[in-house]
């Protein structure tokens, strides 16, 4: 008996234990909008124990182990109003506490002159990455390639001015091994009137810069990282209206309209933007003396490169409906018509040939929040039909100052003569699912799938070497592919350590026609099927220091573009292969301030990246084509610092070094190059900028922003040269190795300053911004030798209705 009572004594210890013992327990929080919608990033507080964190892509946050009691919460996020909340933490009911926070209506005394806030989220992210925050741009009239080359370690590098192609350089991986997204989607369907040179600020809340790992909700086989262009939200009914007047004839008209019922649920928008420009700057071209026949440098008007394009989209849909937290249906239209001159080295001109394409995409979205919001699932699916055409039937010739200098010769300017037609369809589903496994884990799918067929015509263009000549292009070319990730998120140490690891899978299909600089075709076909692997983790030391690392073996299966060309100036290669690399970040992040803002930021990057079967953009006679350009090893560091001294004052710099360089050449009569620099690439670059924000000038609530940015690229080579023969940093260039060099005029480097002023009106209904580009009217280059605009002018009015 004794026995019997003592074990009901121990059993009744055991209780009481236990009992008090769960009296701690974790804090989950769920942070929403004013709709429903999750809110990313929002920093909560507990004031009394001085525990803080953020919330994660799903808004959520777990702060665990807490005793029972009263606890006051400051909770606050970019472009939300702060709350103060007292809240009961009560471990025998539920606890998961939903907070929702309204938009902030912005006031003119309290607009940062160089907000770190959206930055701040992305330095916080396991990922290396940063972020812009475009609300900042709507008033500016810089252009998104300009804004996006002040950003660390990017560069956008275009062959000319508005419309003109644009090649992505980040982290030492250039072309398509950066993936560009809009929302998630990949941006190819949305048109080439949404190319990134055209893309109007004042459509996007953020644009996220991803480097070298890519998170799973990014569906993508993107190589080196990738950009995502978050769109703007819709928050209340509004109308905002723009117009842009600038040098070389150009002219840009924008509109974003919504409207917003909360009653009814219902909402509906708008977005617009036109564009168009002469692109009619002076540059330095090998003028042909008639006389001589010689080519003589001779400063004359680009004649023939004008471009127009439109972007236009409606939406509608309904949320926090019984079945969809969110609905919405959205129809596209985008069109781009863009005049040619000159081939990529500009030694060539042009003065009819032309392309243009049109195109329309209707989108279907749809998300849903299932289990209490601990399953989360989102879905798009789009088709898109693209028609464009080139003509180059031309049987003059011109010089570069647009004066024919030659008649009656065989059709064509560029090659044998183009009228091309293709029609392209794409079909794009897309399915991301989060799920709360615990408090401290959740999982992550993503798939995006993808079918594109080409068919058209050419009576000027190849043909099959069967009997009866078929034109090649009437044979419908198809091009499947699908990125398929699955992913863990982990929260350790009390929210301090973030982890993330992740599978992903490639597959991608091609069959078509394929052909040779001759004319000789034949039928092809490819596929490739390849495994994905990320991992991410970062360790917040305390509320100024972070450190983090990534690691992923990234494999990037070779697009439609690149396999089959574009038909005009670039040929197909259907033997090309998936791109791998293995990729490496390691960063710290410090900042002097609080979640509002830094007065002092400053982040160092280091990368590595072990590239096999890199793929490049060879420039050939008489065609361009992508071929794989062995293999690559790129390491690198990126810096960066910003400095609020004062309230009206913001200075910031940025530097990137990247050395990429050839190794294990195949090719016997090549190896001399081998631990050589990849050429046309630049491998040192730059930024600096300077803001001045002055508040109640002339008017009461107005704002009036000074602003300087200065951009940096060193010399780099257009040409491979062995190792052995490169200078130093500074060094002179040897003899006969001066034309090899971009810039070639003795330049140690490319400066580029530009300056503007942005006055708002009060309470930010109008705004008008003047900016000057490339004020010294330096000589720049991107590509090639293909010459940049010099100075240019540029003013911009904007009109907000609310």
């Known amino acids: 008996m004794s026995h019997l009572f003592k074990i009901l004594c121990l059993l009744f210890h055991l209780l009481f234990f236990f009992h ?31 525990t803080e964190g953020l919330t994660s892509q799903q808004g959520t946050l777990l702060l665990p182990g807490h005793k029972e009691g009263n606890y006051v919460l400051q909770v606050s996020a970019k472009h939300y109003r702060r709350r103060t909340l007292s809240l009961r933490l009560d471990c025998a009911t539920d606890t998961t506490y939903t907070i929702m926070l309204e938009p902030e209506r912005q006031e003119l005394e309290t607009v940062q002159v160089n907000s770190q806030s959206a930055n701040q989220v992305a330095r916080a992210s396991a990922f290396s990455m940063e972020a812009i925050d475009m609300k900042a741009q709507y008033s500016r009239s810089s252009d998104m390639n300009s804004l996006l080359n002040r950003a660390t370690g990017l560069r956008l590098r275009s062959d000319g001015y508005l419309g003109a192609p644009v090649n992505i350089n980040l982290g030492g991986l250039q072309g398509k091994a950066v993936r560009l997204f809009r929302d998630g989607i990949p941006l190819e369907i949305f048109g080439h009137g949404y190319d990134p040179s055209l893309i109007s600020a004042n459509m996007l809340e953020r644009v996220e810069i991803y480097k ?15 950009i995502n262009f978050v769109s703007r939200r819709l928050y209340h009914s509004s109308l905002e209206a723009t117009y842009e007047i600038g040098s070389f004839g150009t002219h840009k008209l924008g509109l974003n309209a919504g409207y917003c019922n909360d009653s009814s649920r219902f909402f509906a928008g708008v977005s617009m933007a036109l564009n168009t420009s002469k692109n009619n700057y002076t540059i330095t071209a090998p003028m042909l003396d008639p006389v001589t026949a010689q080519q003589v440098p001779t400063a004359v008007k680009r004649f023939h490169d004008a471009t127009r394009s439109f972007y236009a989209e409606g939406f509608a849909g309904w949320r926090r ?64 039909s693209f028609a464009t055409r080139f003509t180059d039937t031309a049987t003059i010739r011109y010089n570069w100052d647009g004066r024919v200098i030659a008649a009656n010769m065989p059709p064509g300017e560029i090659n044998n003569g183009s009228l091309q037609r293709l029609q392209f369809r794409f079909y794009t589903a897309r399915v991301y699912a989060a799920y709360q496994l615990h408090a401290l884990h959740s999982l992550e799918l993503s798939s995006t799938l993808t079918a594109r067929t080409r068919t058209g015509s050419d009576p000027y263009g190849a043909r099959t070497a069967t009997a009866g000549q078929q034109d090649i292009l009437t044979i419908p070319a198809h091009y499947y592919k699908s990125a398929t990730g699955l992913g863990l998120r982990s929260l350790l140490l009390q929210g301090k350590i973030e982890n993330h690891i992740a599978l992903k899978y490639y597959t991608m299909e091609a069959r078509g026609y394929s052909s040779d600089n001759f004319g000789f075709t034949k039928q092809g076909s490819t596929a490739t099927n390849n495994p994905g692997l990320t991992e991410a983790l970062s360790y917040r030391v305390n509320s100024h220091w972070l450190v983090k690392a990534s690691y992923e073996y990234a494999t990037r299966q070779p697009d439609e573009s690149e396999l089959f060309g574009d038909g005009i100036m670039i040929r197909d290669n259907l033997s090309l292969q998936p791109e791998k690399s293995h990729n490496i970040n390691a960063g710290a992040w410090f900042r002097s301030g609080n979640e509002t803002g830094d007065k002092i930021s400053a982040a160092v990057n280091l990368f590595y990246r072990r590239v096999q079967d890199l793929i490049l953009l060879q420039a050939d006679i008489p065609y361009n084509r992508y071929i794989n350009y062995d293999n690559a090893r790129i390491k690198g560091v990126e810096l960066e610092l910003q400095y609020n001294p004062l309230p009206w004052l913001s200075l910031g710099g940025n530097a990137t070094y990247q050395d990429i360089r050839r190794v294990d050449i195949r090719e016997p009569s090549l190896r001399f190059l081998n631990d050589s620099r990849v050429n046309n690439i630049p491998f040192l670059f730059g930024n600096l900028n300077i803001a001045f924000s002055f508040n109640h000038l002339l008017l009461r609530n107005s704002r009036l922003e000074v602003l300087y940015y200065c951009n940096y690229v060193h010399r780099f080579f257009l040409l491979p040269v062995s190792r052995q023969q490169e200078p130093s940093l500074f060094g002179a260039i040897a003899p006969g190795y001066s034309n090899l060099v971009i810039p070639n005029d003795g330049r140690t480097a490319q400066v580029a300053q530009d300056a503007g002023l942005v006055y708002h009106l009060p309470q930010d209904k109008i705004s008008v911004a003047f900016e000057c580009t490339n004020i010294g009217n330096t000589r720049l280059f991107d590509n090639f030798k293909v010459q940049r605009p010099g100075r240019a002018f540029h003013l911009k009015v904007k009109y907000l209705l609310r």
């Not at 995409?361 to 699916?381: A, D």
């Open 20 to 50: 008090f013992a769960a009296q701690a327990c974790d804090w989950k929080f769920r942070v929403t909008d004013e709709l429903g919608q999750a809110v990313s990033q929002a920093h909560i507080r507990i004031e009394t124990l001085q």
């Open 321 to 384: 409906l019984s079945w969809a937290d969110e609905l919405r249906l959205t129809l596209i239209g985008s069109g781009l018509s863009k005049e040619v001159q000159n081939d990529v080295q500009m030694n060539k001109v042009y003065g009819q040939a032309r392309g243009s394409d049109i195109g329309i995409t209707p989108m279907l979205h749809w998300q849903k929040g299932f289990l209490g919001n601990r399953l989360n699932i989102r879905t798009t699916f789009a088709y898109s």
């Open 212 to 226: 070298g790992a890519m998170p799973v909700a990014l569906g993508a086989d993107a190589l080196g990282g990738g």
